[in-house]
């Protein structure tokens, strides 16, 4: 709703990490994960930006829907 990406106790509903954002460039929606260089205040550990690095700029299509990023991002911070 927001274009946040976060992590989030499901008991609680409280944000745990704040891992990025949704996008948007010239019509293409996109990953942008939380760093310096995205322009985040508040960088991710590197031990989360090193198991989830690699998605950062992950087009999000009908290839890659927001749901297919989801449970990647969960599963590489070993969520399921």
């Not at 019509?27 to 690699?54: C, Q």
């Not at 990647?72 to 399921?80: A, Q, W, Y």
């Amino acid at each position: 709703m927001n274009n946040r990406v976060v992590a989030y106790d499901s008991g609680s509903g409280r944000q745990v990490l704040h891992l990025g954002e949704i996008r948007r460039q010239e019509g293409t929606r996109y990953f942008a994960i939380a760093s310096k260089e995205n322009g985040f205040f508040s960088p991710l550990p590197d031990e989360v930006t090193g198991k989830i690095g690699e998605l950062d700029g992950q087009i999000i299509d009908q290839a890659c829907p927001e749901t297919l990023l989801s449970e990647e991002i969960s599963e590489r911070l070993g969520f399921r």
